[in-house]
């Protein structure tokens, strides 16, 4: 036993720390900021308010992590973010393909604490800066559990807060609510009828019990249903993330009315409950109970601090390219109305682009301060394109970008706003991509450092055989598939039954933007005369000015069928022009007003296991599968599949990379497919695979004749291998054992 004697007063203990990067914010966005600067050598400090991390995506809030790929919803092909983000969904749907949120709390843990070099402070608040002119030398935390104060000093500093806390501590500039149509241009740009800002939300899950439950609701529950004006939109299996439409706030302030702003979406989740439960309307919820609701709300928007460039809507439309871009998004512009539930406005108004779009690292810094990096949903953005770059897998994207940036600057000695100059910045763009993030329209110089390539075979597409399962046309479809600079597609038989004899016509379409997955041109058609069961040859008359993918679309015909494959080769894949209500309203996007925006039609895969690919043979066998590929620096199919794969019958797939001086590695990225079109949602909707058949789950890679790795229960599409010491080779060989069980693709191997 221990007893203490009275005193006059007493203090908290108080630890000090030191840091070569102070990151605040421990969301997807901080998580990944840290583990950046961390594995590329800095000394780093997470101070994280909350007990777990991930923000958002946490089990706390459960809103499913997404991006670019916008859950397949649009025209964003092999879009999925990689690097960091990318790792961490790959590693989330090996453990947890269920979906369940508090497993995704435990793959976020698990990496943190086993990052050499990451101090994690949880359930830690930073409460004050310290600062020397326009540079951040410190910060004051507090953790209530073990009532620790802690003083953070450190040279560099990043604000992945959400609510920007490090500057508005440090008083830089900041934004709220919606930039006027006229000063940037933004058609977009809401009036005060939708409101400038968006809400908070809660989310609960309910789950079957084996007899019935009575609820009593509490006595701030809402009363009236009706106050909702989309009530009828309820129904008693909306669970989780489907009721991010319950939101409200977006006319508080939505920082210091936050706990006002909670105590209102409680009472309308416990009316809706209310309503489900007891109104009549769903006797199927008898035996039904609520399993959790959320304890905090998960906030969209509050603070955004402008850099030295403000993306906008136009960035995101016109897919602007910048020269400092080093990171993208791919999310439609998604604003809410500030009313949110009570609103009479539908619950988003989104517009999406024809691709995805690039941000440029001068959106990733203060302003207003030397040391300030800037990731998650407070970047310098306006209000229009913050829609589209709030989400969580583009936070995390550019929390790396704010990583590795700290330490270029350390390395380089430079300040961020100096690491963004031209004569700078392609040493974080060309660092980012050898570390396995993709930055559209841009492509790693020399990856292998002059390697030539070889490889025991490589695939080319002669023919798919049917499987005996047919594919009716009740929408349009369509293959996406390579064509080279000056090269015709070659002919197309296909099997084809009609119910009765009648005309198919099929369109060669292609995008008016490289590396697009809109079509926006029609080069050819053909039309087929359908009888009974055949094959049919397909021909265009077309020659192409440019590497591209091009769409061969079948239109609609009720009563005619393709018949289908059991072999999807990587790299192609069959869209359909349908719609994903997540995301969209129609098959097509069209404006109800002058937004700004693009009018085109929607062409979506299908997921695993659900998706097709249909018999075929070409006159011509299609090689676009070449050993070449591996040195091009190009980590994703864009204008071409950029990969090599093997033969199909190859049992001993290999390839090789030869030097004809010696060469001295230490560092070996390994970027290789692992469906880069699968969202990967993090939470709730579940994935039919742990691992996506393209992966690579079995390798080995030797260096001259010394095996340097062997690896078995692979799940990434990023494999980092980091030597001992340098050694001093003539060759690299990539031996394949096995894949999760379809044809592999290899990107790229880069050395270092």
Not at 48 to 69: F, H
Not at 112 to 141: C, M
Not at 593 to 612: A, C, K, M, S, T
Request: aromatic fraction near 10%; charge should be negative; charged fraction near 20%.
């Amino acid at each position: 036993m221990k007893i203490f004697p009275q005193t006059e007063a007493r203090t908290f203990p108080a630890q000090q720390l030191h840091a070569d990067l102070l990151v605040a914010g421990g969301g997807l966005a901080g998580l990944c900021a840290a583990l950046a600067a961390a594995r590329d050598g800095l000394q780093v400090v997470l101070v994280q308010d909350r007990p777990v991390l991930g923000g958002n995506a946490s089990s706390e809030v459960r809103l499913w992590a997404n991006g670019a790929t916008s859950h397949m919803g649009n025209n964003n092909r092999w879009a999925r973010e990689g690097g960091i983000m990318g790792e961490i969904m790959e590693e989330n749907l090996w453990r947890n393909k269920e979906g369940n949120p508090v497993m995704f709390d435990l793959v976020l843990l698990d990496l943190a604490k086993s990052q050499p070099g990451l101090t994690l402070l949880l359930n830690t608040t930073v409460f004050e800066v310290e600062k020397t002119g326009n540079a951040l030398t410190a910060v004051k935390a507090f953790n209530p559990i073990n009532e620790t104060f802690y003083t953070v000093s450190a040279t560099q500093f990043c604000d992945a807060t959400g609510d920007g806390v490090l500057g508005f501590l440090a008083g830089a500039e900041y934004r709220e609510g919606a930039e006027e149509a006229e000063e940037l241009g933004e058609k977009m740009a809401p009036g005060d009828n939708f409101g400038h800002k968006l809400g908070h939300s809660i989310y609960f899950y309910t789950k079957q019990t084996a007899g019935p439950v009575n609820f009593v609701p509490p006595s701030f529950a809402l009363k009236d249903i009706t106050e909702i004006p989309r009530y009828k939109r309820l129904t008693s299996t909306l669970n989780g993330c489907d009721l991010w439409w319950l939101e409200w706030g977006g006319r508080l302030d939505t920082v210091h009315e936050s706990e006002e702003i909670k105590w209102e979406l409680w009472r309308i989740v416990w009316g809706v409950w209310d309503h489900i439960k007891n109104s009549g309307e769903f006797p199927e919820a008898a035996n039904m109970t609520i399993e959790w609701v959320g304890a905090i709300p998960g906030k969209r928007e509050s603070r955004r601090f402008p850099g030295d460039h403000l993306l906008c809507q136009q960035d995101i439309i016109e897919q602007r390219d910048h020269y400092d871009a080093v990171g993208y998004g791919g999310w439609s512009i998604d604003l809410h109305p500030a009313d949110g539930v009570y609103s009479t406005h539908d619950g988003c108004r989104q517009f999406h682009s024809k691709g995805t779009y690039t941000i440029p690292f001068r959106s990733l810094y203060s302003r207003s301060l030397d040391n300030l990096l800037l990731t998650g949903r407070l970047i310098s953005a306006s209000h229009v394109a913050f829609g589209s770059a709030r989400v969580m897998c583009t936070c995390g994207l550019l929390g790396e970008v704010v990583g590795r940036a700290a330490a270029q600057c350390k390395a380089l000695n430079l300040l961020p706003r100096e690491l963004a100059q031209r004569e700078h910045i392609s040493a974080l763009q060309q660092h980012l991509q050898a570390t396995g993030c993709y930055i559209p329209r841009q492509w790693l110089n020399d990856p292998a450092a002059g390697a030539t390539v070889s490889a025991s075979s490589e695939y080319q597409l002669s023919e798919l055989k049917p499987n005996g399962t047919w594919q009716p046309l009740s929408e349009r479809m369509a293959l996406l598939l390579p064509v080279r600079a000056g090269a015709q597609l070659p002919e197309m038989t296909l099997r084809l039954r009609a119910s009765t004899p009648q005309p198919l016509a099929v369109s060669l379409l292609g995008s008016a933007r490289a590396g697009n997955f809109t079509p926006d041109y029609q080069y050819d058609e053909s039309v087929l005369q359908v009888s009974g069961e055949a094959e049919y040859t397909l021909a265009f008359n077309w020659q192409s000015d440019r590497d591209q993918y091009v769409f061969v679309a079948f239109d609609a015909q009720e009563g005619i069928e393709i018949a289908l494959t059991d072999t999807h080769p990587p790299g192609i894949m069959t869209v359909f022009n349908s719609l994903n209500a997540r995301v969209a309203k129609h098959t097509r996007q069209v404006a109800d007003g002058d937004y700004g925006v693009d009018e085109f039609d929607f062409w979506l895969p299908r997921r695993h296991p659900q998706q097709i690919f249909p018999a075929l043979r070409f006159s011509q066998p299609l090689n676009a599968w070449c050993a070449q590929n591996v040195v091009n620096g190009r980590l994703r199919p864009e204008q071409q599949i950029n990969a090599w794969t093997p033969a199909a019958d190859d049992v001993a797939p290999e390839i090789i990379w030869r030097w004809a001086e010696p060469q001295t590695l230490q560092h070996l990225t390994l970027v290789q497919d692992n469906d880069f079109d699968n969202a990967m949602e993090s939470v709730q909707m579940g994935h039919h695979y742990a691992v996506t058949p393209h992966c690579i789950t079995h390798y080995r890679l030797w260096a001259d004749e010394q095996l340097l790795a062997e690896v078995e229960n692979n799940h990434h599409s990023v494999c980092q291998h980091r030597l001992e010491e340098p050694l001093t080779v003539r060759s690299v060989r990539l031996e394949i054992l096995k894949t999760a069980g379809a044809l592999p693709a290899v990107y790229s191997l880069n050395i270092r």
